[in-house]
């Protein structure tokens, strides 16, 4: 089956330094690539969606300058958070479409990645 | 803008019960619908996911209800077990390559 993975799986840092997430598509490439933010007992809010090669696309409200999303492969996209600040403590997950999937709707996700700003 | 309404917000079961998640939605774009279960400290997983063209969908204990008149669907678990216990979120997409939209979820807890 089509695996995400993403690391790391939990991460603490200080404020005011960047943070890298890393989401990879295991065993298939991935044409689009989304990331989601969860608060606690919350549900999964869209931050951006990336397709391989081009510029992401933010959902309204989310910085882009603070929030990069690099999408440099078909198998790897990554999300730094940079100058982080305690707010930004969340669980933050990836998902992928699969390039030439028999069903072009679904989305895979990745495990998540907790990160904790102190 | 909520473009999709998930209820009820929590839920518990009996043992052996029937657990109903309600969602309604607003985009008549939609057109895939998919119910994702969630562990405490894990990504979403992918139970059932249907189209419109379509009222009915049942997979093992999970069924999905699809009402396109009144933009609704649900979620049906025959025979609730324990290992059920999780949050269950519904979702939406009008288009393939676009991303889901959540609703707010619903935790679940079966009873034994």
Redesign the interface.
Known sequence: GAVVSQHPSRVICKSGTSVKIECRSLDFQATTMFWYRQFPKQSLMLMATSNEGSKATYEQGVEKDKFLINHASLTLSTLTVTSAHPEDSSFYICSARILRALDPYEQYFGPGTRLTVT | QQQVKQSPQSLIVQKGGISIINCAYENTAFD?F?W?QQFP??????LI?IRPDVSEKKEGRFTISFNKSAKQFSLHIMDSQPGDSATY?CAA?RQ??????????T?LSVSS
Request: proline share 9%; net charge positive; glycine share 22%.
């Open positions: 895939y998919p994702y400290g894990k990504g979403p997983a992918l996911a979120f997409k393939a390559g676009t991303a889901l939209i959540f609703g707010k979820g935790t």
